[in-house]
C-alpha cells in the first residue's frame, strides 16, 4: 500500500466547500476558489461572503476611482483573513493585463492591480467578476493535511457557482455539484 504524494494534488481552478464543524468561523460555510496550489503553498478566495459595510463604489471612492459609469452595485466579498487590506479581482478568462494577471485556466484569472478597478469602473473590465479583500492562505502541504482530516470537500469551478447573485446559495451549490445533501453533512469525518 502506498501513499498519495501530497505535491501531485493541484487545487488550482478548483472549488474548496467547507465541512460543517470546521472549527473556524471565517470558513463556516464558505466556498473558496483557489487561485494557485503548487508544494510552495496555496492562495484562494472566498466567493460567499460579501461585506456588509463595504461596497465595490467605497473602494473605488477611496482609491479616487471615478465609478460614475458603473451602472450595477457591485459587493466587495471578504476574500480570507490574509492582508485584509489588499485587495483582488477575480475575474472571467476573457479580461488579462499581462503584467498582472494571474490566469487560474481557461475560465477563471485573477488580477490585484489598480487597473483592472480602473477598467471596471469605465465598463472595460471582464464580463464578469469578484472584488474581494484579504485571501486564504495556506502553507505548504496544509491543504491537503487539511482535506485528509475532511474540513474540505473539493469539486471543479463554475462560473454559474463562483458569479452566482445569490452568495447565500453558492455553499448548496457547490455541494450539489458533488451530489452531496447539506442536510446529510456530519461534523465528524471517517475514513475507510
Known amino acids: 500500500m502506498s501513499d ?3 505535491t501531485e494534488m493541484n487545487l488550482s481552478g478548483k472549488l474548496l466547500i467547507a465541512m460543517p464543524g470546521m472549527g473556524d468561523p471565517r470558513f463556516e460555510k464558505s466556498v473558496v476558489f483557489m487561485c494557485a496550489h503548487s508544494p510552495e503553498g496555496a492562495m484562494g478566495l472566498i466567493v460567499n461572503k460579501p461585506s456588509a459595510e463595504l461596497s465595490l463604489g467605497d ?3 477611496q482609491l479616487d476611482i471615478d ?8 459587493k466587495v466579498f471578504f476574500g480570507g483573513p490574509v492582508e485584509g487590506g489588499r485587495g483582488f479581482v477575480l475575474h472571467s478568462g476573457e479580461y488579462n493585463n499581462d503584467d498582472s494577471t494571474l490566469r487560474v485556466d481557461e475560465v477563471f484569472s485573477m ?10 469602473a469605465h465598463g472595460e473590465g471582464p464580463e464578469e467578476a469578484l472584488a474581494a479583500l484579504g485571501y486564504a492562505g495556506w502553507s505548504p502541504g496544509q491543504i491537503e493535511d487539511e482535506i485528509q482530516q475532511n474540513a474540505w470537500l473539493t469539486c471543479d469551478a463554475e462560473k454559474a457557482i463562483v458569479f452566482a447573485a445569490d452568495d447565500d446559495s453558492k ?3 457547490a455541494l450539489a455539484k458533488l451530489g452531496v445533501d447539506p442536510l446529510l453533512l456530519s461534523a465528524e ?3 475507510a
Not at 465609478?67 to 457591485?74: C, M, P, Y
Open 67 to 74: 465609478a460614475s459609469s458603473i451602472t450595477k452595485a457591485g
Open 111 to 120: 488580477t490585484a492591480t489598480r487597473d483592472i478597478l480602473e477598467a471596471m
Open 59 to 61: 473602494v473605488l471612492a
Open 189 to 191: 469525518g471517517g475514513h
Open 171 to 173: 455553499w448548496t451549490a
Open 4 to 6: 498519495t504524494n501530497n
